[in-house]
């Protein structure tokens, strides 16, 4: 229900008016009067009153709490706001002499050449050149190269990164000269935000119910912040008509989710799932999207940061693409103004060759391939 508020003015002015309707002969309200002092003190506190009203009803309703005052609201329901990620994955590590062993250890910094975001490697048994013994990646005498993962110090989507950004060795390593990531970083992502929290709680709410749509959504997309998925029922993954069948397609983000990620879908989906239903999980189909465009930079600003500006936003763009959302080609030229104010003009655009939209299906995602920004 909502509150009725009053200002400061309107409080006095009806207490004056009360007043004087009930004794109008005996008092004086004029400004500066005793009892009209008296009764702005009055006011005073009424407003301030009024305010505690205000803040006590925000604070016990979820829909007008914000922040940690949400979170706990929500904590009494068994529900959480999805935490931030830092972004990680694979750079590879190279020199240009191998005569001797060399070796990167976990807690080593990698970073972009500006040192705006730095990586520390981690150790990863599935690199064949992780030696755990070492506690490191090892190179042998004549092995140029070796891959390594590492992750954002940055617990955040600010540690996600174009390909070959990460460039930099952060700390010394002897025998190591060069450092890059073939491809860009996109699993980083903000906490939770808001408005998406109480989004969900809806969803969370409805999925109570269990053997729903509505609940096998909620388990699936609360696994982990960033997952989107598309739910078919009644058909097969080949489109074959299958009554009593379901498929979810599902992307933790990366386009490309783990077997691991993937079975813990699948157990998730199974605890809600309607009894007597079959199902199957499926990791999405990736559409590779090439973006060209020329771009004209403003008078003032220099073409290599207003470049590299755009391509950061195409790149956030087509990557943050839930599945089955076709790529818009004249959404791209506004994005690409929308990056910087030192665009002037964009021109000469095409995707994967072509000027039209570029398909994408249920089972498929969009996912940023080559950015030539000329």
Request: glycine content about 8%; aromatic content about 8%.
């Amino acid at each position: 229900m909502a509150i009725n508020t009053q200002t400061f003015a309107q409080i006095v002015s009806n207490a004056v008016t009360a007043i004087q309707g009930g004794a109008s002969q005996l008092v004086d309200m004029t400004v500066g009067s005793i009892l009209r002092a008296f009764t702005e003190a009055i006011g005073a506190l009424t407003l301030w009153l009024q305010g505690v009203a205000l803040q006590i009803a925000a604070l016990t309703r979820f829909a007008s709490s914000n922040g940690p005052d949400a979170d706990s609201w929500a904590a009494d329901f068994g529900f959480a706001r999805e935490s931030a990620k830092p972004a990680n994955g694979p750079v590879t590590c190279a020199r240009f002499t191998a005569t001797a062993q060399a070796s990167v250890p976990v807690g080593s910094v990698v970073q972009t050449s500006d040192g705006a975001q730095k990586y520390s490697v981690i150790a990863d048994s599935t690199q064949s050149a992780y030696n755990a013994t070492l506690g490191a990646y090892v190179m042998a005498p004549g092995t140029t190269s070796c891959t390594v993962t590492v992750v954002s110090q940055s617990v955040s989507a600010s540690g996600n990164a174009a390909a070959g950004a990460i460039n930099t060795v952060g700390n010394p390593l002897p025998g190591i000269d060069t450092v890059t990531n073939a491809a860009a970083f996109t699993n980083g992502s903000d906490g939770e935000l808001d408005p998406a929290m109480k989004a969900r709680f809806v969803s969370y709410i409805n999925s109570l119910s269990r053997a729903t749509r509505g609940a096998i959504t909620y388990a699936v997309t609360s696994l982990q912040l960033g997952v989107n998925m598309t739910l078919t029922e009644n058909f097969t993954y080949s489109g074959a008509a299958d009554q009593g069948y379901f498929y979810v397609v599902v992307d933790d983000g990366s386009g490309a989710p783990s077997t691991e990620f993937l079975s813990t879908v699948s157990n998730a989906i199974d605890a809600v799932r309607p009894i007597g239903s079959t199902f199957g999980v499926f990791a999405p189909v990736i559409v590779t999207a090439n973006v060209a465009m020329t771009v004209t930079a403003a008078t003032g600003y220099l073409h290599s940061d207003v470049a590299a500006a755009v391509s950061a936003a195409l790149l956030a763009y087509i990557n943050s693409l839930p599945l089955g959302t076709l790529l818009s080609f004249t959404r791209l030229v506004q994005v690409a103004y929308d990056a910087s104010p030192g665009v002037a003009n964009i021109s000469a655009v095409t995707v994967n060759g072509g000027t039209s939209d570029v398909a994408v299906s249920s089972q498929q995602v969009a996912k940023a391939g080559t950015i030539t920004i000329s």
